[in-house]
């Protein structure tokens, strides 16, 4: 009887150990000591401007007559309220980084970020005597990610802002599931000619101080299956293989049986 017990509280023992150790494996965010944790937020993300996105850019002013110039009459142009100019299909940054903008001509963009090419519109309109007083909106029309892997609901999203985080991309895909390798999730980021790779450990407040905690237009997260899931996928090709094989045998024996 004894014997017994022991061996019971060893069971349980055991089974708490483990428990344990499972919620160290998927918990996000670990390293606390503390309920209450304070970080510094350093917010100097701008997303810059890259060859083949698509821009919006948008001139405003008060006396709408001043915006004649920029309607060139092509489809995909047209007049807004309250004295809008907008190009609907966006403007292509080419290969050489330039757009082609009414007036002001050929612009280098790759390089910039929204501020920074809104800014130069305004000033260029207004040092050629075009506009007095130009109100010029700027954003991105092509910004999008992918996210693969062990997640709920994989596929490519549409962000309407500039701005999305490792963990936001995440949540719009519904999560890890549990066979996800919270160690193990990379971002995907062609720049400049060149394809990155950088892996995350989602249970490490680290992971905030990663280069690719902002995603930029493009990028693509993926979540490695963890070991079981490997395992179970393996057991079910060999499944699968088996279940040929024994048809395949059962066709032969009675081929075998009618030809005899």
């Known amino acids: 009887m004894k014997k017994f017990k022991g061996l019971f509280l060893g069971w349980i023992l055991t089974s708490l150990l483990l428990s344990c150790g499972s919620v160290k494996d998927i918990a996000y965010l670990q390293g606390g000591d503390s309920l209450f944790d304070r970080m510094a937020v350093t917010d100097t993300f701008e997303m810059k401007i890259r060859k083949d996105d698509i821009l919006d850019i948008v001139v405003s002013c008060a006396d709408p007559t001043l915006l004649t110039p920029f309607n060139i009459n092509s489809v995909g142009y047209g007049m807004g309220y309250s004295g809008t100019i907008s190009n ?106 060149e394809r990155t790779i950088l892996y995350h450990d989602l249970r490490s407040r680290d992971v905030f101080k990663s280069p690719d905690y902002y995603l930029q237009q493009n990028d693509m997260v993926y979540v490695e299956p963890n070991r079981v899931k490997a395992e179970t996928s393996t057991h079910n090709q060999f499944t699968s293989l088996g279940t040929w094989v024994s048809f395949a045998s059962f066709v032969m024996s009675v081929c075998v049986l009618i030809f005899k």
Do not use: W
Not at 129 to 143: A, M, S
């Open 88 to 193: 609907n299909r966006g403007y292509l940054v080419e290969a050489d980084g330039t757009i082609n903008f009414p007036l002001l001509g050929k612009i280098k963009v790759a390089g910039l970020c929204r501020r920074e090419l809104r800014e130069f519109i305004q000033e260029g309109l207004k040092k050629e005597g075009y506009i007095k007083d130009p109100i010029v909106t700027v954003r991105f029309l092509n910004f999008r990610i992918m996210v693969l892997g062990e997640v709920a609901r994989p596929g490519t999203f549409n962000i309407t802002s500039e701005r999305v985080t490792l963990f936001e991309a995440l949540s719009l895909a519904g999560d890890l599931t549990i066979h996800g390798r919270r160690n193990r999730v990379a971002v995907v980021r062609e720049q400049d000619g």
